[in-house]
C-alpha cells in the first residue's frame, strides 16, 4: 500500500529518527524559555513607548513637580515635561500641542472636547463641573479634600489648575 513500508527499518535508521526526537525534546523548553524571553522583550519595548506619552485629562495619580512663571512644567528631576503658552496653549516635551486654556478657564484636550474648568476664583472643576482641587491666592494648590498637592506662588491659577489636575505623564 501507498505510504506503508514494505520492509521494517533496520537498526541505523531507527536510531536516526530516535536521536532526532531526542534532540526535539532537549530542545523544547530551551525553545519555549527563548520564545518566552522574545514576548517579554516585545512587551517591555511596547510599554516603554507607552510610559513616555503624554495627554491632558483629569488626572489623579501623576504630578509634574514644579510650573514656573514661564510656563514650563518640570519634573522632579527637572526635565521640562510640558508648556503652557501665554496664549493658552499645552504643549508636550516635544512641543506637540495637547490642549488648550481659554480666557474663561475652560480646558480642553488637543480633540477640542471639554476636560475641565478654572473658575476666577482658583476652584478647579472636572467635566462634569464636580470640584477636584483649588489654587488658593497664596499659590498653594490643594485637592478636593483641601488637602495640599502642591505650590505655585506667583503663578497663574489656570496655569497651575492645568499643571497639577490635568496634566499627565502617563
Given at each position: 500500500?501507498?505510504?506503508?513500508r514494505?520492509?521494517?527499518?533496520?537498526?541505523?535508521?531507527?536510531?536516526?529518527?530516535?536521536?532526532?526526537?531526542?534532540?526535539?525534546?532537549?530542545?523544547?523548553p530551551?525553545?519555549?524559555?527563548?520564545?518566552n524571553?522574545?514576548?517579554?522583550?516585545?512587551?517591555?519595548?511596547?510599554?516603554?513607548?507607552?510610559?513616555?506619552?503624554?495627554?491632558?485629562?483629569?488626572?489623579?495619580?501623576?504630578?509634574?513637580?514644579?510650573?514656573?512663571?514661564?510656563?514650563?512644567?518640570?519634573?522632579?528631576?527637572?526635565?521640562?515635561?510640558?508648556?503652557?503658552?501665554?496664549?493658552?496653549?499645552?504643549?508636550?516635551?516635544?512641543?506637540?500641542?495637547?490642549?488648550?486654556?481659554?480666557?474663561?478657564?475652560?480646558?480642553?484636550?488637543?480633540?477640542?472636547?471639554?476636560?475641565?474648568?478654572?473658575?476666577?476664583?482658583?476652584?478647579?472643576?472636572?467635566?462634569?463641573?464636580?470640584?477636584i482641587?483649588?489654587?488658593?491666592?497664596?499659590?498653594?494648590?490643594?485637592?478636593?479634600?483641601?488637602?495640599?498637592?502642591?505650590?505655585?506662588?506667583?503663578?497663574?491659577?489656570?496655569?497651575?489648575?492645568?499643571?497639577?489636575?490635568?496634566?499627565?505623564?502617563?
Amino acid at each position: 500500500m501507498y505510504g506503508e513500508r514494505s520492509y521494517p527499518l533496520n537498526y541505523r535508521q531507527f536510531s536516526l529518527i530516535h536521536r532526532f526526537f531526542d534532540e526535539i525534546e532537549y530542545l523544547r523548553p530551551k525553545l519555549r524559555s527563548a520564545m518566552n524571553r522574545f514576548l517579554l522583550v516585545i512587551i517591555c519595548f511596547c510599554f516603554g513607548f507607552a510610559a513616555k506619552a503624554q495627554s491632558l485629562q483629569y488626572n489623579t495619580t501623576s504630578l509634574p513637580a514644579t510650573i514656573g512663571v514661564d510656563g514650563l512644567m518640570k519634573g522632579t528631576t527637572g526635565v521640562t515635561l510640558g508648556s503652557i503658552l501665554p496664549n493658552g496653549d499645552i504643549k508636550n516635551a516635544t512641543n506637540v500641542t495637547i490642549g488648550n486654556i481659554a480666557n474663561d478657564g475652560t480646558i480642553t484636550n488637543s480633540l477640542q472636547d471639554i476636560i475641565g474648568y478654572v473658575m476666577n476664583d482658583g476652584t478647579v472643576k472636572d467635566a462634569n463641573q464636580a470640584v477636584i482641587g483649588k489654587v488658593l491666592n497664596s499659590g498653594q494648590v490643594q485637592n478636593a479634600q483641601q488637602n495640599p498637592i502642591g505650590n505655585a506662588p506667583g503663578i497663574d491659577k489656570k496655569w497651575a489648575a492645568v499643571c497639577y489636575f490635568f496634566y499627565k505623564v502617563n
